[in-house]
C-alpha cells in the first residue's frame, strides 16, 4: 500500500503541536476525524507512533522516525512552492535552538556566533525550563538544548548530553575593592550577591562556605543570570557567578575579576536526540573549541576546560 501523504501531513501537524485538539483547530478538522486519519497512517506503516501521557500525544521511537522524515518531505514541499513562486529556490535551513532560562546570554550567543549573518539558515531560539524544552526535543520541535546540567537519557527519550566547556564560578564585583585578595576568605561578612539556592553553583558554593568556615551576608539571591549580571554591574556589590555572564564588563573594566572559587564551577551542555544521520549543522556547532566560547581575557588566568 502506497504511503497517504495526506494522512502524513495530519501526522506531521500532531506531532509538532503535541495536542491532538490544537492540530484539530489549526486543520479545521474535528478530533475524531484526525484520529481517525492518523490511525490509518498507523495501520499503514504498521507501528503505533503515539502514546498518550494525560492529555498530550508522545512519540514512540517509530513515531519520532516518521517525524524525521515527514519534516524533510514538508519542507522540501515548501522550497518547491517558493521556488515556481518567485523563480528562485530557497534552500534555507532551519535550526531550532533551546535555552534554559537561566544560561548566561553570552554564552548562548557565543555558541551561536557561527551561524550569525548566513542568508540561507532561519535561526529559531526559545527559552524556558528544562523539562519544557526536553518535551519539545522529544517532540521534534527543538534540534539541540543549551543547559547547564545534564541530563540521562533512555530508549523511551534517546537524549544525549555533551559538555561544550566548564569555568569556574568567580568573585567579582567593583574594580579596586580593599581586602579581596584572599578568596574565598574575604568573603566572610561580606555583602554578597549569589545565584538562587536550587542552582548547582549555589549549592556548591555553600559547601565551599561550610568547609572554609566562612559566613557572607547574602544580599540577594537571582535565579536569572541576565538580572544577576545586571545587579552585579549597577549595585556596587560583589557577585559570585561564572565570569562569562559579565564578559563585556571585565573587558571594559566596569566590573573586576577578584579570583576562582576552588572547586566550585559552572559546567555548559548541549543536549540532543540520537540520530542515525547527524546534521551537519549541528555537529560544527559542537566542535566548537570551548576557549571560544568563553574567552573574555586573555590574561585573567582563568583556566577553560575543553570538550568531554
Not at 575593592?177 to 574565598?184: A, G, N, S
Not at 558554593?205 to 561550610?210: A, H, I, K, T, V
Request: proline share 6%; with cysteine.
Amino acid at each position: 500500500m502506497r504511503l497517504n501523504y495526506h494522512h502524513l501531513y495530519y501526522f506531521w501537524t500532531v506531532a509538532r503541536l503535541g495536542h491532538l485538539t490544537r492540530a484539530a483547530e489549526s486543520l479545521h478538522v474535528s478530533q475524531s476525524a484526525l484520529s481517525g486519519q492518523i490511525k490509518k497512517l498507523e495501520e499503514n506503516l504498521g507501528h503505533e507512533l503515539f502514546t498518550r501521557e494525560g492529555r498530550r500525544l508522545k512519540l514512540t521511537e517509530a513515531g519520532r522516525l516518521a517525524f524525521s522524515y515527514a519534516e524533510e518531505i514538508f519542507r522540501q514541499g515548501e522550497e518547491l512552492h517558493a521556488l515556481f513562486r518567485s523563480g528562485t529556490q530557497a534552500q534555507r535551513d532551519i535550526l531550532r535552538v533551546g535555552s534554559v532560562a537561566t544560561l548566561s546570554r553570552n554564552f548562548q550567543e557565543a555558541f551561536l556566533k557561527p551561524l550569525m549573518g548566513r542568508r540561507d539558515l532561519d535561526l529559531k531560539l526559545a527559552s524556558g525550563s528544562l523539562e519544557d524544552l526536553l518535551r519539545r526535543l522529544s517532540a521534534h520541535r527543538l534540534d539541540l538544548i543549551l543547559s547547564n546540567q545534564p541530563v540521562q537519557g533512555d530508549e523511551h527519550n534517546p537524549w544525549r548530553s555533551k559538555r561544550l566547556a566548564r569555568q569556574p564560578v568567580s568573585v567579582i564585583g567593583p574594580p579596586g575593592l580593599p581586602d579581596m585578595e584572599d578568596v574565598p576568605g574575604c568573603l566572610h561578612e561580606r555583602n554578597l550577591i549569589v545565584p538562587g539556592p536550587d542552582s548547582h553553583i549555589r549549592q556548591g558554593f555553600d559547601q565551599l562556605c561550610e568547609y572554609y568556615d566562612i559566613y557572607p551576608n547574602i544580599i540577594a539571591e537571582v535565579d536569572d543570570m541576565a538580572m544577576m549580571r545586571l545587579l552585579t554591574r549597577d549595585s556596587g556589590q560583589v557577585a559570585v557567578l561564572p565570569p562569562v555572564v559579565v564578559r563585556d564588563e571585565l573587558n571594559s573594566g566596569v566590573l573586576q575579576h577578584y579570583g576562582a572559587l576552588p572547586g566550585v564551577f559552572e559546567e555548559f551542555y548541549a543536549i540532543s536526540i540520537k540520530r542515525q544521520f547527524p546534521r551537519e549543522l549541528v555537529t560544527q556547532l559542537l566542535n566548537q573549541p570551548a576557549g571560544e566560547l568563553l574567552s573574555y581575557l586573555p590574561d585573567a588566568g582563568i583556566a577553560l576546560a575543553g570538550n568531554s
